[in-house]
């Protein structure tokens, strides 16, 4: 046969296939995933084993880790020394484990994640609560079965005299499932489980009166009762570990936080790390300091708070910045007849008590077979003793020992085992007491074995024996809750004043586009004015608004789109300088344009609604509260019909006017309150009834019967016509006329069309824009008073072939 004909063909889809599926079984039985009998994963079982055959006990002095580290690894654990000595420091440090197992002595790392020191400088023995896993494995509790190299063996578990998955928890990923149970309060579990032994039916409701939830040894406040619900009864749930924090007052008005309690598996030096960068990143106004001030008294980490700083508010601030809170997702995964299952509570527990039920049996059916070798002993000597001189005298005419016992054996009925115990007796034993001693110990093994017998027949005192010896553990090693059970998530809002400094500032947009944000120190050094204003050349500032930092804008486009623009977030620049463009802070596209910017405070605020206007005469008014969000996009603002846009969005208490002027020359005056409320992306309804071709020019808020209307043509025509003109009509109509155009060949034109309209109530310079790019400034005080159907008169001289196509007044603080 050729060598190549040894060989078969394999696909290799199967072999990987094949060899992933046997490494997968061996890493989630024998690796990553804990036993649910005595929640230990292999490597702990190993190190706990070898040191208790090595008798490295509590009793005892300590004893070298490496020398440990290398009976596991020699004799159970082929798998290095770095998994052996990281599973023994883990067992050793109380911030991780609920009771420890291992009593480790030198350098085992600390809470700020330091590692321990290597296993040569460190030494370690078993902690007493560690030995109540061990307890009777000697008695066949539990099985044994071959080590690696079949030297030795090691027990298949350990017989766990209390609920040690869930008292110390596991954390562990392996391949295709992972695990996370958190550590509980020994006294609680042991508690359920006797509960559970008590016959009575038990709901996880039921059993959460007994098991409040985890009690992690970092102690912190657990809240989300819902979530351990939930992880009770399916394995999985959420919950919130909140640090322990308390506000300290100081001299001189100051203040601290004290933190003395931080959640589970929290790294501290990388928390205090975390909200020193706060501090020194400027994310929140008002610390002072960080400072971690923990020893031997306990961990202690403080946040000095400058004066007058919100305390509360950083507080909530680091809660939801940091991990002083962190969400912990319970993911109860134990191995259950050598598969991976996903328990709850009850399934845990009812697991661990048939676990003790073999165990206390197993126990009970060695002691009573040593007990009764020794009751059968025991009645070989009684019976010997009550015929000494017989069996003396068998024993002297015997040959040898061996034809000493069977002598014994054949004259007196005496068994093997008897007659092996009779002539190893000694001669002191002959004495009239011993022989007393000998009759008591008799009825007393026969009481024991009356005793180990009930056991065995009755469940219900088999399950009394194991309660008892649970409720010793929890007299002996118990200790009080120490995290706090907060039934409900209390939600972390953080003011923005916490993060922001509050500060008066000014906020101009120029009609390009360009946005600015400029403290009043700067303004008011400037010179104070809009001349002093930094612009491109050709551009006008269109909106000067005087707000606070830790307010927002409402920015309004022409496609009916809104932005909310926190004012902080606005780049600050110095007066004299031209800003940003608007697009650089929010997403603004390029065929769309700003029309409205609206300074709020409060977007919750009540009575206060937007009134839109569009360029086809609709009118639309939502309440504020409407356009509350938390978006950075744009989001959309009023509903629009194809050709339509917004030309201009007001903020409104109801109780106004509307006046619409159209570009052909018409107007109408109509109360705001008939226009009702509707929703954000609405449509609205007519405001106008326009004519073909005709579009709204100016859409203005006005007030009783004061003021003027200023309106002005495309060619420069204005004037101004008192309110009262304009009789307050019904929404809808078709309006009346406000400008007259002059026609003919020998007439000389003063417009075809509107270019905007104003409400004047005290004298102010409108801006006038050109096609051509040119700024008009116009007093509205030097501006004609006329009629509502008359002509106007020339108030801009404009270049031959140039029109005005835009009409605002001057920016002017809180002017929008």
Known sequence: MSSLEQFLPAFLEEVVGDRFGRYSKYIIQDRAIPDVRDGLKPVQRRILYAMYDAGNTPDKPYRKSAKTVGDVMGNYHPHGDTSIYDGMVRMAQPWKMGHVLIDGHGNWGSIDDDPAAA??????????????????????????????????????????????????????????????????????????????????????????????????????????????REAYATGKGRIYIRSKTEIEEMRGGKKQIVITEIPYQVVKSRLVTAMENIRIEKKVEGIAEVRDESGRAGLRIVIEVKK?????????????????????????????????????????????????????????????????????????????????????AAIKASKNRQDAQNNLVAKFGFSERQADAILTLQLYRLTNLEIHSLEKELKEIAKRVAYLKAILDSEKKLLNVIRDELLEIREKYGIDRRSEIRGEVEELKV?????????????????????????????????????????KDGDVIRFMLETNTVHSLLVFTRKGQYYLLPVHQIPDFKWKDAGT???????????????????????????LSLVFFTKRGQVKRSELKDYATNRSTAIAACKLAEGDEVIS???????GQIVLISRQGMGIRFMENEVNAMGRVSAGVRGMQLKEGDEIASALRTREDEGEI?????????????????????????????????????????????????????????????????????????????????????????DKSDTIIDLFPQADIGQS
């Not at 400094?501 to 400037?526: A, C, H, Q």
């Not at 019904?730 to 309209?757: C, D, H, Q, Y």
């Not at 116009?778 to 008073?785: A, D, G, V």
């Open 495 to 535: 003011n923005l004043e916490v993060m922001v400094n509050p500060e008066d500032v000014i906020v101009s947009l120029s009609r390009d586009g360009y946005v600015k944000r400029t403290s009043i120190l700067s303004f008011t050094r400037s010179g104070g004015d809009l001349g002093s204003a930094g612009v």
């Open 308 to 392: 007058d700083a919100d305390a509360q508010g950083i507080l909530a601030y680091l809660l939801k910045k940091t991990d002083l809170q962190v969400t912990y997702n319970f993911n109860m995964v134990a191995i259950v007849n050598k598969t991976p299952q996903q328990l709850g509570l009850k399934d845990m527990l009812t697991a661990y008590i048939d676990h003790q039920k073999e165990v206390v049996t197993y126990r009970t059916k060695y002691e009573l077979e040593k007990a009764e070798d020794r009751a059968h002993v025991l009645e070989g000597l009684v019976k010997a003793l009550n015929i000494l001189d017989d069996v003396i």
């Open 581 to 607: 463009a608007i697009v650089n802070v929010i997403p603004l596209p390029k065929d769309d344009s700003v029309v409205s910017v609206i300074p709020v405070k409060d977007l919750e605020q009540t009575g």
């Open 119 to 228: 296993m040569r400088y460190t030494e370690a023995r078993l902690s007493p609560i560690a030995l109540e896993l061990l307890r009777d494995i000697e008695k066949r509790t539990v099985q044994f079965k071959d080590n690696f190299d079949n030297s030795t063996k090691e027990p298949v578990v350990l017989p766990s005299r209390y609920p040690n998955l869930l008292v110390n928890g596991v954390s562990g990923i392996s391949s295709g499932f992972a695990t996370e149970i958190p550590t509980h309060n020994l006294r609680e579990v042991i508690d359920a489980c006797v509960a559970l032994m008590s016959g009575k039916e038990m709901t996880v409701t039921d059993l959460m009166g007994i098991v409040k939830g985890p009690d992690f040894p970092t102690g912190g406040l657990i809240m989300g009762e819902e979530g351990i």
């Open 649 to 655: 969005v007001t903020l409104s208490d109801g109780s």
């Open 710 to 798: 200023f309106v002005i043509s495309d060619l420069g025509y204005g004037k101004r016509t008192l309110l009262s003109d304009y009789p307050i009509q019904g929404r809808g109509g078709k309006g009346i006329a406000t400008f007259e155009f002059k026609e003919g060949k020998r007439v000389k034109p003063n417009g075809s069309a509107l270019a905007g309209a104003h409400y004047c109530t005290v004298a102010q310079e409108l801006v006038a824009i050109t096609a051509g790019g040119k700024h008009y400034r116009i007093p509205t005080e030097k501006t004609p008073l006329d009629e509502r159907k008359s002509i106007g008169k020339t108030v801009v001289s404009l």
